[in-house]
């Protein structure tokens, strides 16, 4: 990845940090919940982690935490 694009995509993680927390300061908590997950695919995307390698962890994950503090939602 170029320095300019992992700089802009830096600069877009802590723009939705900040827009994350307004969200949540005015109880949208939906429009926080989406803004987590651009934030999860830009950190994929700068870290260039595979949805397959996601989704391995949290398999690893579902099997390693208690059933019933951590149900997953989908």
């Known amino acids: 990845m170029s320095g300019d694009r992992e700089t802009e995509i830096i600069a877009l993680i802590d723009r ?3 827009e994350i927390d307004l969200s949540r ?3 949208l908590d939906q429009t926080a919940h ?3 997950m651009a934030l999860l695919d ?3 995307i ?3 982690i595979t949805e397959e390698e996601l989704r391995e962890v949290v ?3 579902d099997k390693r935490l ?3 503090k951590y ?3 989908h």
């Open 42 to 44: 830009l950190k994929m």
């Open 66 to 68: 208690p059933q019933e």
């Open 59 to 61: 398999e690893v994950l």
């Open 25 to 27: 300061t005015h109880s």
């Open 46 to 48: 700068l870290h260039s």
């Open 34 to 36: 989406l803004l987590e």
């Open 71 to 73: 149900k997953r939602i």
């Open 16 to 18: 939705l940090h900040k």
